[in-house]
Nanobody
Framework: QVQLVESGGGLVQAGGSLRLSCAASGRTFSSYALGWFRQSPGKEREFVSSIDWSGDSTGIAASVKGRFTISRDNPKNTVYLQMNSLKPEDTAVYYC????????????????WGQGTQVTVSS
């Protein structure tokens, strides 16, 4: 089992940047693929980005491609989401998720989730 704790959210103006972090504890971090998802009020949880066990392969949603970058640091047990050129529509609670066998865009295939961190982008 793995525990996930997100940090780095906050309030930022449109065009600004934030870097989210997700620190993991528990079993070997490199045994898990990681994903970032987000959810706005009244909307379903939405895939943002994912990264495989080694960090060699990543996936990204079309809505954030070219603006967001996922990365991981296995020795530090941490996955990051660098968010640039933020837009008001990026406002959401951002969640980190882990899976031992999957690194795609389906939230139902991730077994472990953090509590989320709020990102608010003002216009």
């Amino acid at each position: 089992q793995v525990q996930l704790v997100e940090s780095g959210g906050g309030l930022v103006q449109a065009g600004g940047s934030l870097r989210l972090s997700c620190a993991a504890s528990g079993r070997t971090f490199s045994s898990y693929a990681l994903g970032w998802f987000r959810q706005s009020p009244g909307k379903e949880r939405e895939f943002v980005s994912s990264i495989d066990w080694s960090g060699d392969s990543t996936g990204i949603a079309a809505s954030v491609k070219g603006r967001f970058t996922i990365s991981r640091d296995n020795p530090k047990n941490t996955v990051y989401l660098q968010m640039n050129s933020l837009k008001p529509e990026d406002t959401a609670v951002y969640y980190c998720a882990a899976s031992s066998f999957y690194f795609g865009n389906s939230p139902t295939k991730y077994a472990y989730w953090g509590q989320g961190t709020q990102v608010t982008v003002s216009s």
